[in-house]
């Protein structure tokens, strides 16, 4: 995760473009000479000594707002986000070196800033600065302990919302906290109330790396497609040389241009994919499900037979070729597509047990019992050879034979 910075950023305002006041403007000239030494020792690496330069008084707001932005920007441990080691680094330290060894030398300070700041609230005259610091942190647990913190995910958004609104209805707020109160409310599915924060970040930090990316997805999921499609290039634009990144933005794009049902412009983007990687199952999904709504069967029999080709042996991927044969209707495809690559993949027990598993299936859908109860046997067959034929496979396969066998065998 990105460093917290405070700096000067621009807003949109009815007369044009005008500087939001420094966060930090409120301190007192004594405060002011703490953080800027202490954030001097920030800058030669002694995390420790930047800390310990704040001194023990929690009485002061912004000395304890920069206390909270040291302890989730610079820790080397964390134990709960409520107390937090530091060090003075040495040549060859790093945070990544230090925080994945779990090992070294330093000093463990216990520091909750939510019970530390919540005695300051009620009679703070510079409030926005907590809620700030209280929006940041938060969101920062959300990110380092997700699914294992003393509250919930879900309350910790509602807790960095909380704040972060707080906040930037006081006037305090950064670039990154924007960011960071836009992706907090996306993960509470307030989408439409992310879109004007994100906005706003990219207007005075045109250069932030993901937050076209984020906003496109938060203007599709508010149904805005066109204006989704316009930030995800801006996002392709970025990601040039990312290419994991690079495949999520086309697919964005190619999702919006699906819900505009414009498969070509679709399929534009997937082919574009394929250029940077033939191993994304996600772009055979789609291509499979466009050329299919556009009655282009030899074009998603072959996406298909890719996509199965990444994990044939794995149920999942035939499942998931099944349901796009399935959504339009290519009952005999989806049979041509299983009896294909029974014949590709001829000698491959495993896959083949797999494969005559679910043609049993299909056929079973639309009542062959006699196919279905022949193909459930040759499943079996197949996955005994391969030494696979137990647990949740024999239970499938099982239960396929029984309701299929003819009247006389139950």
């Given at each position: 995760?990105?460093?917290?910075?405070?700096?000067?950023?621009?807003?949109?305002?009815?007369?044009?473009?005008?500087?939001?006041?420094?966060?930090w403007?409120?301190?007192?000239?004594?405060?002011?000479?703490?953080?800027?030494?202490?954030?001097?020792?920030?800058?030669?690496?002694?995390y420790?000594?930047a800390?310990?330069?704040?001194?023990?008084?929690?009485?002061?707001?912004?000395?304890?707002?920069?206390?909270?932005?040291?302890?989730?920007?610079?820790?080397?441990?964390?134990?709960?986000?409520?107390?937090?080691?530091?060090?003075?680094?040495?040549?060859?330290d790093?945070?990544?070196?230090?925080?994945?060894?779990?090992?070294?030398?330093?000093?463990?300070?216990v520091?909750?800033?939510?019970?530390?700041i919540?005695?300051?609230?009620a009679?703070?005259?510079?409030r926005?600065?907590?809620?700030?610091a209280?929006?940041?942190?938060?969101?920062?647990?959300?990110l380092?302990?997700a699914?294992?913190?003393?509250?919930s995910?879900?309350?910790?958004?509602e807790l960095?919302i909380?704040?972060?609104?707080?906040?930037?209805g006081?006037?305090?707020?950064?670039?990154?906290s924007?960011?960071?109160?836009?992706?907090?409310?996306m993960?509470?599915?307030?989408f439409?109330?992310?879109?004007?924060?994100?906005?706003?970040?990219?207007?005075?930090?045109?250069?932030?790396?993901?937050?076209?990316?984020?906003?496109?997805?938060?203007?599709q999921?508010?149904?805005?497609?066109?204006?989704?499609?316009?930030?995800?290039?801006?996002?392709?634009?970025?990601?040039?040389?990312?290419?994991?990144?690079?495949?999520d933005?086309?697919?964005?794009?190619?999702?919006?241009?699906?819900?505009?049902a414009?498969?070509?412009?679709?399929i534009?983007y997937?082919?574009?994919?394929?250029?940077?990687?033939?191993?994304?199952?996600?772009?055979?999904?789609?291509?499979?499900?466009?050329?299919?709504?556009?009655?282009?069967?030899?074009?998603?029999?072959?996406s298909?037979?890719?996509?199965?080709?990444?994990?044939?042996q794995n149920?999942?991927?035939?499942?998931?070729?099944?349901?796009?044969?399935?959504?339009?209707?290519?009952?005999?495809?989806?049979?041509?597509?299983?009896?294909?690559?029974?014949?590709?993949?001829?000698?491959?027990?495993?896959?083949?047990?797999?494969?005559?598993?679910?043609?049993?299936?299909?056929?079973?859908?639309?009542?062959?019992?006699?196919e279905?109860?022949?193909?459930a046997?040759?499943?079996?067959?197949?996955?005994?050879?391969a030494?696979?034929?137990?647990?949740?496979?024999?239970?499938?396969?099982e239960?396929?034979?029984?309701?299929?066998?003819p009247?006389?065998?139950q």
């Amino acid at each position: 995760m990105k460093k917290l910075t405070i700096l000067g950023l621009i807003i949109l305002s009815a007369c044009g473009l005008i500087a939001q006041a420094d966060p930090w403007s409120g301190a007192s000239p004594n405060t002011q000479a703490l953080l800027v030494a202490a954030d001097q020792l920030v800058a030669q690496k002694k995390y420790l000594s930047a800390f310990q330069a704040l001194g023990r008084d929690d009485s002061d707001e912004y000395l304890v707002a920069k206390k909270v932005e040291y302890c989730i920007s610079y820790f080397v441990q964390s134990l709960e986000h409520t107390m937090f080691a530091f060090k003075d680094f040495e040549a060859g330290d790093s945070f990544d070196k230090l925080r994945s060894s779990g090992t070294g030398t330093f000093q463990m300070i216990v520091y909750d800033p939510a019970a530390v700041i919540g005695p300051l609230l009620a009679a703070s005259e510079h409030r926005g600065i907590l809620y700030l610091a209280l929006g940041d942190y938060y969101h920062d647990v959300s990110l380092r302990y997700a699914g294992r913190w003393i509250k919930s995910d879900k309350e910790i958004h509602e807790l960095a919302i909380e704040n972060y609104e707080k906040a930037y209805g006081l006037g305090f707020y950064t670039v990154d906290s924007m960011v960071a109160y836009a992706e907090d409310l996306m993960h509470a599915g307030s989408f439409a109330d992310a879109i004007p924060l994100f906005e706003k970040a990219l207007a005075a930090d045109p250069t932030l790396y993901n937050a076209d990316f984020n906003l496109a997805y938060a203007l599709q999921m508010a149904k805005r497609y066109r204006d989704s499609i316009a930030a995800g290039e801006k996002a392709i634009g970025k990601y040039a040389n990312d290419p994991t990144y690079l495949v999520d933005a086309l697919i964005l794009c190619a999702t919006s241009e699906e819900y505009l049902a414009d498969s070509d412009a679709a399929i534009a983007y997937l082919k574009r994919c394929l250029a940077v990687s033939d191993r994304d199952y996600r772009v055979y999904q789609h291509l499979g499900s466009d050329y299919l709504a556009q009655g282009k069967v030899a074009e998603a029999d072959a996406s298909l037979d890719a996509l199965f080709a990444l994990a044939p042996q794995n149920p999942a991927a035939t499942q998931m070729v099944m349901r796009i044969y399935g959504s339009y209707g290519e009952a005999d495809s989806l049979v041509a597509f299983l009896k294909r690559n029974i014949a590709k993949y001829d000698g491959q027990a495993e896959i083949l047990g797999n494969l005559e598993f679910h043609l049993g299936v299909q056929y079973e859908s639309v009542g062959n019992t006699k196919e279905a109860h022949a193909s459930a046997l040759e499943a079996k067959a197949d996955f005994i050879e391969a030494g696979k034929y137990s647990g949740d496979v024999s239970g499938a396969v099982e239960a396929l034979a029984a309701r299929t066998a003819p009247a006389s065998a139950q």
